[in-house]
């Protein structure tokens, strides 16, 4: 009987009217993460969020009924009643409105919206958590988050694997079934995940500058398109930008991961260019990659000058060849910006990629912004919506093509974390938000970055302790 009452007092609270003698006021609510005006997947997390104003308590009503009501300066959703309000609300918009409770009484900030689009998200997010000058990996962990709900699960910890450097993580077409990233240093390699069987690769050549850095997967699975790169870092004495990394030198292949061997082409590494950050488009007609001309001796002093284009060359999936002619899709000398990470949206229409004043490191650039351009017209769509005054780079799609999540160091310049924005058809995007958190001071407490998120259809299909079995087998070579 007792528990039958604290029941219903527990559904009362939860369906209580919003608070009496209310006094408004102007201006949004002091709330972090910024949640205001926003368009939301059917499928997320619930978008707890914290009042910075003193209060001590919080209210929120959407729609006029109450869905978090707390003695405490945030708010928090049930899982369960926050997962039935979306599903009942596809292709709606939300009034949400935010009540504090302070030492003069209630009070009623503006209202805001969210619109719950129905286009889902995939619902696994995948990225290293790295500190973020990028150069300490004594504290390195690949993990994978359910943005449905709260779980988060490690599937490689470099503590477990001998305490070395893990490379961000990549999928085939956002298939958990086919992925791979790096682990470097001695005993190290490419872990290449198929159908949950890790196998180790060496994807180097003995003609090849450094083995394997950035790569792409075609959409069969059976070839990967990647760089080669020698990669210096620089040290600002005095900037906010803090560092840079750039390419002395840098080509082009094409792993064939049946047949383990090289695919090579002169169109890809001419040694007055430098090629970089390959991706194939999602029919495997065209690899998409960035284009500089070579500087004789690069130095933070010169590097200004370095200004990558977007290219693309075709790709012949059925005989494996890299076609001779090289088209210039945005032209760095033309625009005076330089492109990073180029990825074509899975339907093929459209193309994402971060753009910067100069280089090929966006992390500690705060005019880095991202930019589209429409594939079938050439036209180039701002994102004036989805980026903000610090750097946005390392984006990635959904499988749908309505979805981009990238890094932004918005919040304090120094740490990234994983934000989505709505795409729709024409390529115009949302506000972005940040991915949600259960504890709404999360983000204040962690001191480390999210590296390169990407977006997958379900959880992958390995632990960190068949990472640490892989790398003791011996590796696949390619020649």
């Known amino acids: ?69 707390r003695r405490s300066g945030d708010a928090r959703f049930s899982e369960k009643a926050w997962h039935s309000l979306l599903a009942g609300n596809e292709g709606k918009t939300l009034e949400i409105k935010v009540y504090s409770r302070g030492k003069d009484g209630w009070k009623q900030y503006a209202p805001f919206t969210w619109t719950v689009s129905p286009d889902k998200l995939d619902p696994y997010l995948t990225y290293r958590l790295i500190e973020p000058d990028y150069e300490a990996y004594n504290n390195i962990v690949l993990q994978q988050r359910c943005i449905e709900n709260f779980r988060t699960d490690d599937f490689s910890d470099n503590r477990v694997i001998g305490n070395k450097c893990m490379n961000c993580h990549t999928y085939c077409g956002q298939d958990p079934a086919a992925s791979m990233f790096y682990v470097r240093g001695p005993g190290g390699g490419a872990i290449l995940n198929l159908d949950g069987q890790l196998q180790k690769l060496s994807i180097k050549g003995e003609d090849m500058i450094s083995g394997s850095v950035y790569f792409g997967f075609s959409p069969s699975r059976r070839y990967i398109v990647f760089s080669a790169n020698k990669i210096i870092p620089g040290y600002h004495a005095q900037s906010i930008r803090r560092m840079e990394v750039f390419d002395t030198k ?13 695919i090579r082409s002169s169109t890809v590494t001419d040694t007055d260019m430098l090629e970089t950050f390959p991706a194939f488009s999602p029919d495997g007609k065209y690899i998409y990659y960035c284009k500089a001309p070579q500087i004789d001796t690069v130095t933070l002093d010169n590097i200004e000058t370095q200004k990558y284009s977007l290219c693309r060359v075709a790709f012949n999936e059925e005989t494996g060849t890299i076609g001779d002619t090289v088209e210039t899709i ?68 959904s499988s749908n093509s309505r979805w981009l999540v990238f890094a932004s160091k918005r919040d304090d310049g120094v740490y990234g974390k994983p934000y989505f924005c709505h795409v729709d058809e024409d390529g115009n995007c949302s506000k972005s938000f940040v991915l949600p958190q259960k504890h709404t001071e999360y983000y204040n407490n962690l001191l480390r970055s999210f590296n390169a998120p990407e977006l997958g259809k379900g959880p992958l299909p390995f632990t960190t302790y068949d990472v640490k079995e892989a790398l003791e087998q011996d590796a696949v070579t390619f020649n």
């Open 330 to 397: 945005y032209d760095a000398a033309k625009e005076n910006k330089s492109v990073c990470h180029p990825r074509v949206s899975p339907d093929g229409r459209l193309i994402c990629f971060s753009i910067a004043d100069y280089g090929t490191f966006p992390l500690w650039h705060r005019e880095a912004d991202l930019m589209m351009m429409d594939l079938e017209t050439g036209r180039q769509i701002p994102m004036t919506e989805a980026n903000s005054d610090g750097s946005e780079s390392y984006h990635s799609w």
């Open 1 to 69: 009987m007792r528990k039958s009452i604290i029941l219903i007092a527990a559904a009362a609270l939860f369906a209580a009217c919003a608070p009496s003698n209310v006094t408004e006021v102007e201006g949004q609510a002091p709330m972090y993460p910024d949640y205001t005006d926003i368009t939301i997947p059917v499928n997320i997390a619930p978008l707890n969020f914290l009042l910075d104003d003193g209060a001590s308590r919080v209210c929120v009503t959407i729609d006029g009924k109450t869905y978090s009501n």
């Open 250 to 262: 840098s080509d082009l292949y094409v792993a064939d991961m049946q047949e383990h061997k090289f």
